[in-house]
């Protein structure tokens, strides 16, 4: 029985419950602005070691354009040959 309002529901555990799925999504938001932030120093420090801008690291990444054929040869003698799947 509810000590606040006499009802039969347990309004703490609920509290406590909402409160931890609230927390888990705080926790969500921030894994994923981590992740982003990771995303973007990685893009821009691959631009910076293939000497390009990380505005077109980033539009071979997404597949809207694709590397020049020196852009290949810069990306293999930098990263090396791709792992084979």
């Known amino acids: 029985m509810c000590g606040t ?3 039969g529901h347990d309004h703490e555990i609920l ?12 926790l969500a938001d921030e894994i994923r602005t981590l992740c982003d932030r990771v995303a973007d ?4 420090a691959a631009a910076r070691r293939l000497d390009v801008s990380t505005k077109t690291v980033s539009r ?4 809207t354009t694709e590397p020049r054929l020196r852009d290949l ?8 040959d791709p792992p084979l799947h």
């Open 5 to 7: 309002c006499g009802c």
């Open 15 to 26: 509290t406590l419950e909402e409160r931890v799925l609230a927390r888990n999504d705080d």
């Open 41 to 44: 120093v990685l893009l821009e």
């Open 60 to 63: 071979w990444v997404s597949g």
């Open 73 to 80: 040869y810069r990306i293999r003698d930098t990263f090396g």
